[in-house]
């Protein structure tokens, strides 16, 4: 019994941990399917999850908050696409730029706005953040020996943004390979020149790719500071979004195994928190040092030797340019 | 041709001649130098402000101070203060240690008080606080305040100064209930690991879920998620480096809090007075430079038994009957 509680905790720690990098590498797959690198996965996220802590502080609502940190992503995922699309600068180059500009203007704004030392304030009035819903029932499904506890911790009691990670990953499936606008977006990613053919604009297509991966990328930063965290603290995405491009690509640029990945890297840093200090059997305490590289080991050990070949969109990185 | 440029180094060495003589007249000119975060981050920084503040307000004697941005900006900005006359350099936390080590080199008149670092130089005062002395009295209270007789400890960067926290800690833990159970867990081993929220929400989690009823952070804004999650819970934690008691009434136990203020003021008055020396500053329990927060907002969750014990340890651990063990590095 004591076991089977360990696993359903650390498997409700999965999800948790897992929302935002989903949000993220669902971003990631609408910009990557359609030719545009997703390097600024990590900017987009942290000006979003700025956003939405200054606007939930300001107005004392969660909604306004996620509506000003989907904006703000957008902003910067069509600034972005103004450089790449447009102009057809270097991808690479023009997402580690609003990256670093991201990584900067945020505390600076902050430390301007509310002289916090480069955080928002706490955002702690009722309103100010997504909080755990409870389901039905929850309280008293606990004491019920088996299935009680994985109804009470591990469907309940996670924040709204989170169920919404996960509708998403369905809906975005279906949205790439059940509707037109999915095998556009599909087609521009792998042989823009035959779209521009068939009469369609290669670069309206990519501006509404990247600006739903702005969407995205605006939930899942405002999940990072008005759900998971109450506020904004200097570089608060810590790499997430990096990670969820590796989970992409480890999901070879398909929704469902990307969900997988998602979860998997979840698991491990679940996992990693859970190990600290635990002495396992045969082995004892193992040093923290190991445990914290756990996840990335995995990874590296994965991506090399256990998915297979990772076929990218053939037009990733190549700005289009139309023949004259 | 010649002469001009001759005139002008002659002016020159003039000038300098009657700087150097006009440099021991200088007035009393303090400044400071704080750490990433800023005056106002409600931890570290804020503390080492409100003493400069004090000190302004209680001689009349304005602080310079600067807010660096970038790690490159201590030096210079040292630098600047220096050339400027200021009298006594004080900079505010561990990564300024290289940059102060060099600027006292270059500017041997001037005075510097590092905090929370040692620099070995005889124009260098390096101020330290035993922070396993306050680390210990948590440890008690959070101890006397487990029901289930396990408690926690979140640290941020892997380094001998959180170490120090962590040991001291359960040794207070264990003074109370020598059969308490302390987990341990560090957030990581970069400086990623000050500024991870949703990580320390989720390590405190982690750790209620094996039992454990309050949790003690040494993590910087990482303790923020710390502290939430404790609250969201249903939990108790503690607060670390300044009195964070308000942030979540009725579920913050106590603060361990580090006067950073009062080594501030004490550099700063001790340079006015002529009484300031160089060498190593050491604060504990005794000269008020560590100890626990009991305010309005942990009254309720501080019983009068529990602040009775928790005073007699205080004065034992002043009068050196009680021992607090001092982690160091291997």
Known sequence: ?324 | MMKFPRLLLVLAAAAAAAALHAAPAREFSPAIVYDFGGKFDRSFNQSAAEGAAKFTKDTGIAVREFEITNAAQREQAMVQMARRGATIIVAIGFTQASAVERVAKQFPDVKFALVDGVVDLPNVQSINFREQESSFLCGMAAAMASKTGKVGFIGGMDIPLIRKFALGYTEGAHYVNPAAEVFQNMTGTTPAAWGDPTKGAELARSQFGRGADVIFHAAGATGLGVMLAAKETGHLSIGCDSNQNYLHPGSVLTSAVKRVDVAVYKAFAAAKAGTWRAGQTVLGLADEGVGFSLDEFNRALITPEMEARLMQARADIISGKLKVSEYRAQ
Not at chain 1, 105 to 112: D, E, I, K, S, V
Not at chain 1, 194 to 205: E, F, K, M, P, Q
């Open chain 1, 1 to 324: 019994m004591e076991t089977y509680t360990i696993i359903v905790l650390l498997l409700a720690a999965t999800i948790r941990v897992a929302a935002p990098l989903l949000l993220a590498a669902l971003a990631g797959l609408f910009s990557e399917r359609s030719g545009v690198i997703a390097l600024g996965l990590e900017g987009m996220m942290l000006g979003a999850a700025f956003a939405a802590a200054a606007v939930s502080a300001v107005t004392g609502s969660a909604w306004l908050g996620l509506g000003a940190g989907i904006a703000t992503a957008v902003a910067l995922a069509l600034l972005l696409g103004f450089a790449c699309i447009t102009h057809r600068g270097n991808q690479v180059v023009a997402a580690m730029a609003i990256n670093i500009m991201v990584a900067g203007l945020g505390p600076t704004l902050a430390l301007g706005w509310f002289n916090l030392g480069g955080q928002t304030p706490q955002l702690d009035g009722p309103g100010q953040r997504f909080m755990s819903l409870v389901w039905p029932g929850a309280d008293a499904a606990r004491s019920v020996p088996f299935p009680g506890l994985l109804y009470a911790e591990l469907l309940s009691g996670h924040h709204l943004l989170v169920y919404l990670a996960a509708a998403l990953v369905p809906l975005a499936a279906w949205v790439l390979y059940r509707t037109r606008f999915g095998l556009r977006l599909r087609a521009v990613g792998e042989n823009p020149l035959a779209v521009d053919t068939a009469g369609i604009a290669v670069n309206r297509l990519r501006y509404q790719a990247v600006a739903i991966s702005g969407v995205l990328c605006g939930v899942a930063g405002a999940c990072l500071s008005t759900a998971a965290s109450s506020g904004f603290v200097r570089d608060m995405t810590a790499g997430k979004g990096y990670l969820a491009l590796a989970a992409l690509i480890f999901g070879k640029w398909k929704p469902y195994p990307t969900l997988g990945a998602c979860l998997l890297f979840a698991f491990t840093d679940a996992l990693a928190a859970r190990l600290q200090g635990v002495a396992l059997p045969v082995v004892g305490v193992v040093p923290v040092q190991f445990i914290l590289a756990l996840p990335y080991v995995l990874t590296v050990l994965l991506l090399a030797g256990f998915v297979g070949k990772a076929v990218a969109p053939l037009a990733l990185g190549t700005p289009y340019a139309k023949e004259k």
